[in-house]
């Protein structure tokens, strides 16, 4: 498939100080470029047209699954990484395995802080997570956000399975967002597709998926922290499903106000010619 034009201001050059990037600008132009572009495509223009470092941060759910088989059969050089919390599922570790002998690719883990964890546990007991939302969140803070941290320091461009239609909380998402907390754009190569059609794409495919998704685990994170949906409730209704809270995040992907990050700006420009 052709491209659009890409405006000149998506190469920066490498080491260039941050200060001088502007990222909504940026998440603009790569919109412009690729929102009308198939998923290959978007993932093979970014690489073409970033010169920094990509990375793309999977949990082995269907749209990560997705997207691995994307990024290796195009044989592109975007690293990927994994989040272990130390509370997953074992299926979850045998996918992690069996993924990267299928595509022939290193899944980078990264691990939260020891010293974290055993404070955190000594303070509020193995499953502390439990008894209210501010010690949920910080479980999530120490085991994934901080993380993350490490994961994204240095990066460019930070890519993620994010579907717009997974929640309403995240109805707003665009295909590259200004990640002004982080320095970095956030390029969500499936924000158009369902479920259905990833589910279509990955049986065409032949792409390995988690067993725990035919149980009727649609959203998967930690074994504690997640449980099958019924039929007719939301996909992510499973995760921290004991908690109030329709938005239903971790923290990975929200912003200090505590809702989740879009990026109006580049949302517009998609309507701009």
Not at 11 to 31: H, M, T
Request: one cysteine or more; a neutral charge.
């Amino acid at each position: 498939m052709a491209r659009d034009h890409i405006d000149p201001r998506l190469s920066a050059q490498q080491g260039a100080p941050a200060e001088a990037i502007d990222l909504r600008d940026r998440a603009a132009d790569l919109v412009r470029a690729f929102g009308k572009s198939d998923a290959r495509d978007r993932l093979i223009g970014l690489r073409q047209a970033v010169s920094g470092r990509i990375v793309f941060t999977t949990s082995f759910g269907l749209e990560d699954q997705v997207l691995i088989h994307l990024i290796a059969r195009a044989g592109l050089p975007i690293e990927i990484v994994t989040l272990d919390t130390g509370r997953l599922f074992p299926e979850v570790y045998s996918l992690w395995e069996q993924t990267e002998r299928r595509y022939g690719v290193v899944i980078r883990p990264f691990y939260p802080r020891h010293e974290a964890i055993e404070l955190y546990v000594r303070q509020n007991g193995i499953n502390g997570f439990y008894a209210s939302r501010d010690a949920r969140k910080s479980c999530c803070d120490i085991r994934k956000v901080e993380p993350l941290g490490r994961a994204l320091d240095g990066a460019e461009i930070w890519i993620t399975g994010l579907r717009s239609d997974q929640s309403a909380a995240r109805g707003g998402v665009a295909l590259a967002e200004a990640e002004t907390e982080r320095g970095l754009i956030k390029f969500n190569p499936l924000l158009d597709w369902s479920r259905e059609a990833a589910l279509s794409f990955s049986k065409t495919e032949g792409i390995p998926l988690n067993p725990l998704h035919e149980k009727g685990f649609i959203s998967i994170g930690c074994q504690p922290c997640t449980r099958a949906i019924a039929p007719g409730e939301p996909e992510r209704a499973g995760r921290w499903w004991w908690e109030d809270d329709a938005a239903k995040e971790c923290g990975l992907h929200v912003g200090p106000d505590g809702n989740l990050v879009r990026a109006k700006a580049a949302t517009a420009a998609e309507a701009r010619p």
